[in-house]
T-cell receptor
Framework: GDSVTQMEGPVTLSEEAFLTINCTYT??????LFWYVQYPGEGLQLLLK?????DKGSNKGFEATYRKETTSFHLEKGSVQVSDSAVYFC??????????FGKGTSLLVTP | SAVISQKPSRDICQRGTSLTIQCQVD?????MFWYRQQPGQSLTLIAT?????????ESGFVIDKFPISRPNLTFSTLTVSNMSPEDSSIYLC???????????FGPGTRLTVL
């Protein structure tokens, strides 16, 4: 079955550092890929998505590119802020089906 | 997009009791999903609820423990029955708007069972 693997956390970075959170997937066909973010004490928010190979999703300075050849969807940000501290979930779905989530990566950004 | 509300937002319950969680969407949707997020964990799908049919449960979840209703295209309930402390989790509903591949989540119901 489908699965998502993302790097274990927690990840601790200084403000303005470069962020990469790795995500790889196993799936049949061509799933859509997502990054969701969960800020402390809040619900789950969609951060960005990509629906086909080579698509790049971007939002709030975060980017991720759908790489079919490496089955990856790594999340990157050039300069993180304290307000980016949250848990980040990589996920995939096929149209009309539920999301399959990775285990989540906790990010802490220090001043 | 879709705006989703859940009630209650949180509750503390005694073991052996049941709690019904409501999920209301501001537009008609075909697919609704219920997830559980145990403390410090990722989200696990409990069941898929389509209007007019029985919910489809994932492995490890059964209807007697988590009965679901889906009376119309904007509303669903999940009941957590005969609760134990292991049921302490955040329960979230989500919707897939017109099979757009983009799912929107409710704010969650934080359940603590004593």
């Amino acid at each position: 079955g489908d699965s998502v693997t993302q790097m274990e956390g927690p990840v601790t970075l200084s403000e303005e550092a470069f962020l990469t959170i790795n995500c790889t997937y196993t799936a049949t066909g061509y799933p859509s890929l997502f990054w969701y973010v969960q800020y402390p004490g809040e619900g789950l928010q969609l951060l960005l998505k990509a629906t086909k190979a080579d698509d790049k999703g971007s939002n709030k300075g975060f980017e991720a590119t759908y790489r079919k050849e490496t089955t990856s969807f790594h999340l990157e940000k050039g300069s993180v802020q304290v307000s980016d501290s949250a848990v980040y979930f990589c996920a995939l779905t096929h149209s009309g089906y539920a999301l399959n989530f990775g285990k989540g990566t906790s990010l802490l950004v220090t001043p | 997009s879709a705006v989703i509300s859940q009630k209650p937002s949180r509750d503390i319950c005694q073991r052996g009791t049941s709690l019904t969680i409501q999920c209301q969407v501001d537009s008609q949707v075909t697919m609704m999903f219920w997830y559980r997020q145990q403390p410090g964990q990722s989200l696990t799908l409990i069941a898929t609820a389509n209007q007019g049919s029985e919910a489809t449960y994932e492995s490890g979840f059964v209807i007697d423990k988590f009965p679901i209703s889906r009376p119309n295209l904007t509303f669903s309930t999940l009941t957590v029955s005969n609760m134990s402390p292991e049921d302490s989790s955040i329960y979230l509903c989500s919707v897939d708007v017109d099979s757009s591949n983009e799912q929107f989540f409710g704010p969650g119901t934080r359940l603590t069972v004593l």
